[in-house]
């Protein structure tokens, strides 16, 4: 089942987005050579307290941290800790959330550590950037899910090869529904599977989790013993980029962008809905 919004529960989300808007900022401006993943889940644990947020990651099927930090060839759900520090040229994606009055925000991005990192790294990043947003261009009433998808994956494939070869578009994980929950119903990939049909049709209240995760090779991945951490199976450093959006009758919000997601929707030729919160 596909849990529906009302206009005052993604008030309540856009909220959250906000919390999770206002971690991001104080990681990334902290995602420093010399600075371990442990300080940066401090640093979100705060943020998340100052706001009188919950965090949504903390304890969530036994995970650790308030927040995912995964570095160079982690794809996805790095466990933060005081081991893995920060060197120079290193990438890192970070995935944060926290919980408002039961409403949930989640997003991820990827961040530069230090200098001197390859074109092929700085262009892996914002093409994984940009075909999450042309698939927050593509959630619009009347489409279906299966519209979402086509357009993260149509982006990538559109773009120049790395000179690694290929990019690797990641199978084994996805967008998803948020709302009361943060992992709901419907599960969202970032490409097109017509096994799979088209999928639920986009209505005002639904609110999704684009979340493209791309690497420099291969597109398979596999789970530590951890039973946490992902890395890419060859070894390829990977990108993660996730906003939570809602689409309203007045179009799409993206609640975890401080603007909404009006200026990159501009450049669409969309217009944001409304900030609920003003």
Known sequence: MVEIKTPEQIAK???????????HRACGEAAVPGVSTKELDEIAAKVIAEH?????????????GNICTSVN?????GIPDRETVLKDGDLISIDAGAIVDG?????????????????ELIELSRVTEESMWAGIAAMKKGNRLSDVSAA???????????????????EDYGGHGIGSEMHMDPHLLNYVNKKRGRGIKLVPGVCL????MVTLGTPRTHVLEDDWTVKSDDGSWSSHW?????LTEQGPLVLTAVDGGRAKLAEYGITAAPDPLG
């Open 13 to 23: 989300m856009r909220e959250a987005g906000l919390v999770v808007a206002a971690i």
């Open 52 to 64: 009188g947020a919950k965090p949504n990651f903390l304890g969530y099927g036994g995970f650790t």
């Open 73 to 77: 060839d982690v794809v996805v759900h």
């Open 103 to 119: 409403w949930h925000g989640d997003a991820a991005f990827t961040a530069f550590v230090g200098t001197g990192h390859a074109p």
């Open 152 to 170: 993260i994956e149509g982006y990538i494939r559109r773009q120049p090869r790395p000179a690694s070869g290929k990019y690797g578009i990641v």
């Open 209 to 212: 989790a684009i979340e493209p």
């Open 242 to 246: 996730e906003h939570s959006i809602a």
